[in-house]
């Protein structure tokens, strides 16, 4: 089984930055690739961005490139989204994803953008 455990959620006024984080455990092997979603409320859930663990090879939702940055630190099993300049319409709750052939998610983290 796998684990996620979401950090580093929070009010944040429009502009500012925060930095989440996704922490792994229980089943390394086999993990394709670890990323975020988020749901607004009232909204459905929708990707935000991904990183395949072996290549380092990183997707984003148009809504937030050149904004937010996805990294890995192997070592620790964890996966990061720097989110800068960010935006009101940026409020949700954030869940961590991972995909070892099935898909995992944590338990979501809030991040609230003030105006």
């Known amino acids: 089984q796998v684990q996620l455990v979401e950090s580093g959620g929070g009010l944040v006024q429009a502009g500012g930055s925060l930095r989440l984080s996704c922490a792994a455990s229980g089943r390394t092997f086999s993990r394709y690739s670890m990323g975020w979603f988020r749901q607004a409320p009232g909204k459905e859930r929708e990707f935000v961005g991904s990183?395949?663990?072996?290549?380092?090879?990183?997707s984003y939702a148009d809504s937030v490139k050149g904004r937010f940055t996805i990294s890995r630190d192997n070592a620790k099993n964890t996966v990061y989204l720097q989110m800068n300049s960010l935006k009101p319409e940026d409020t949700a709750v954030y869940y961590c994803?991972?995909?070892?052939?099935?898909?995992?998610w944590g338990k979501g983290t809030l991040v609230t953008v003030s105006s």
């Open positions: 994803h991972a995909y070892y052939g099935m898909d995992y």
């Open positions: 990183i395949r663990w072996s290549t380092g090879y990183t």
